[in-house]
């Protein structure tokens, strides 16, 4: 899109509420007080737009189309149980659900796009509203032994999960934060213990399953990190029974 093409249709949107919402300058673009008075209500057109799009495109048979995001981390372990719940206590409606990361989930809640999000970050905003729901526990494996004092950076997998994860596990296990491998996913790091052996951090089925199998061992001294777990809506569906709905079946789920 050209500067000439933005200015012409900001000049347009001034024209149609009647006032000047922007201080234009070679120094840069601020809103005036007009401007900041128009921001929320800007914000909230933008996302009942979106929303309104999506309440034309239901499919066949459905009384409502519900767009849901969830946590990649959460989604290969959590997903199924949580849909089929969804669908047990919502039989007409029809979900669209998308895994993602945090900050893409709270960008696509602001601007309608997503109904619900289950996440681990969750990003303060005066227009989305979160309700901590339980947390989820991850456990260190390894192919190579089941104490911690002999777990060495050269064979770790530096897990990423989210900004407080990362810093928590870098407080409580320093010496394997130089680890030359480092990624974001429990599933990323199944796959990559999988292939080269080591040692790290999985969601704490995942450590079950993979000790069950018999390849890898349980480092039973690795202290065990939590990380907290988040439903988020938009604030304008804050008081609305169906999204109560979700956010209680999510955190009824954790407290079993």
Not at 70 to 75: G, S, Y
Not at 134 to 141: E, H, K, P
Not at 161 to 168: C, L
Request: aromatic content about 8%; charged content about 20%; glycine content about 6%.
């Amino acid at each position: 899109m050209t500067q000439s093409t933005v200015s012409a249709r900001v000049s347009a949107l001034e024209q149609a509420v009647g006032s000047r919402l922007f201080d234009r300058s070679r120094a840069g673009t601020d809103l005036t007080p007009e401007g900041k008075r128009f921001e929320p209500h800007a914000r909230a057109l933008r996302h009942e737009w979106n929303e309104a799009r999506r309440r034309i495109q239901i499919p066949q048979g459905a009384a409502q189309l519900l767009r849901l995001g969830i946590q990649n981390d959460l989604a290969a372990v959590y997903l199924g149980d949580w849909v089929a719940e969804f669908r047990s206590a919502l039989p007409e409606t029809a979900f669209y659900i998308e895994p993602d990361y945090s900050n893409q989930m709270c960008a696509d809640l602001l601007t309608g796009i997503l109904d619900f999000a289950v996440m681990f970050s969750p990003k303060p905003h005066p227009d989305l509203h979160f309700d901590s729901v339980g947390d989820v526990t991850y456990r260190m494996v390894s192919t190579d032994t089941a104490s911690l004092a002999d777990v060495t950076p050269a064979r770790f997998v530096f897990a990423h999960f989210s900004p407080a994860f990362e810093e928590m596990h870098r407080q409580l296990t320093p010496d394997l934060a130089t680890a030359a491998v480092s990624v974001g996913q429990s599933g990323s790091v199944v796959s990559l213990l999988t292939a080269m052996g080591g040692s790290g951090y999985v969601l704490e089925k995942t450590s079950e399953d993979l000790i069950s199998g018999g390849r890898f061992l349980a480092v039973a001294d690795a202290p065990a990190l939590r990380q907290p777990v988040f439903a988020a809506i938009h604030i304008r569906h804050r008081t609305m029974a169906l999204h109560r709905k979700l956010t209680q079946l999510v955190a009824r789920h954790f407290a079993n």
